[in-house]
């Protein structure tokens, strides 16, 4: 291994790793890696992923909470049974 003064580690993840780490399909990280939907470093016939770039993901996809929560009614009515 080549060490670089200064420069930071980042290792990259096989599509294996990268699902495991979004609780997704293998076949899912691939899938989203070959249409574009998830940067990912091709070194030769190979995709690596980096772990920035699936938080990125993750930030993405985070639904925003909303302010009017309402509050569970049940059915007052008898069921017709």
Known sequence: M??????????????????????????????????????????GKHVRLRLEHLDELIDAGEQAVTSDVVPFQRDQRRSRL
């Open 2 to 43: 080549v060490t670089v003064p200064g420069a930071a580690i980042q290792p990259l993840l096989t599509t294996e790793e990268a699902a495991a780490y979004l609780s997704v399909p293998a076949r899912w990280v691939a899938d989203a890696a070959r249409t574009g939907k998830l940067r990912c470093t091709r070194i």
